[in-house]
């Protein structure tokens, strides 16, 4: 029997806060930075980053200029994104570890401001957040305006019901699909043209479970409500149409069991190779 404690919420909160203040903090001064060297972008980027105070204000007024379209304006989609992060902050932090994730991960990128302004996998995974807020909030007909503006925007598709923890990178994200029961860990990584799907014209649970530390070759195709255990690799163009082990890693069509990653988390160290 342990002699566990709960844990101190304020700690906790103070912990959040600080993952949040320094990605925002290191995206602010990429941008001064660059808006030093490059003039053309300077007006960009004082109106992306510059004239906020915060992380939460800054996403709000970028993703909704991403979006924003003729039928919803990026004004009207600014005040719905805010008012999410102001009733749940959780979603901030969720986008400040997925910064910091695509700065540890990809080897093409080395900074915060890069995956914050340009890469439309981190774009697309927060628009998802967003939405999945206002779908578990009974605003259905918005989310799946939010998830149709997604896919045109970004090449990415994620039901809104969909549920998703934090870390995650999804690694190009052009022909990403993720399917409304699907259910995915913190720490993933997910590679472009992955489909994380149903099999057939079945209701109900019916799309994959994702464990956490988990990486996602490109192409692959996940189908059906089955588990990929903690930790497995899934190489890239597989079929994988039953239950992966913990630390394992399956290849092929259909995919098999072929070996066992070098890291106890792939996703971590992007390593494809059997």
Request: glycine fraction near 8%.
């Amino acid at each position: 029997m342990t002699n566990s404690k709960p844990l101190n919420s304020n700690k906790v909160n103070q912990a959040s806060e600080t993952i949040v203040a320094e990605i925002w903090t290191c995206i602010q001064r990429e941008a001064q930075r660059e808006a030093a060297s490059e003039p053309i972008l300077a007006s960009h980027l004082h109106a992306t980053v510059l004239s906020h105070v915060n992380l939460a204000d800054a996403l709000a007024y970028h993703l909704s200029n991403l979006l924003g379209s003729a039928t919803a304006s990026a004004l009207s989609l600014m005040d719905v994104i805010s008012d999410a992060y102001a009733a749940q902050p959780g979603l901030v932090l969720d986008a400040a570890v997925d910064v910091a994730a695509i700065r540890d991960r990809d080897s093409a990128c080395s900074e915060c401001g890069t995956p914050f302004l340009y890469y439309k996998g981190f774009h697309a995974l927060q628009t998802h957040r967003i939405g999945h807020y206002l779908w578990v909030s009974g605003r259905q007909e918005l989310a799946l305006f939010l998830q149709s503006r997604m896919s045109s925007c970004f090449s990415v598709d994620i039901h809104p019901a969909a549920k998703i923890g934090r870390g995650l990178m999804l690694d190009h994200a052009n022909g990403i699909v993720i399917g409304e029961t699907c259910e995915i860990g913190d720490n993933v990584s997910i590679m472009q043209s992955v489909t994380l799907g149903g099999t057939g014209k079945m209701s109900g649970d019916r799309h994959p479970k994702v464990a956490s530390g988990v990486l996602i070759g490109a192409g692959s195709k996940v189908l059906g409500n089955i588990s990929i255990g903690e930790g497995s690799q899934i190489s890239a163009g597989s079929v994988v149409l039953k239950d992966v082990p913990e630390h394992t890693t399956v290849a092929g069509v259909p995919a098999q069991v072929v070996g066992r990653p070098d890291e106890s988390m792939p996703s971590f160290s992007m390593d494809h190779r059997l």
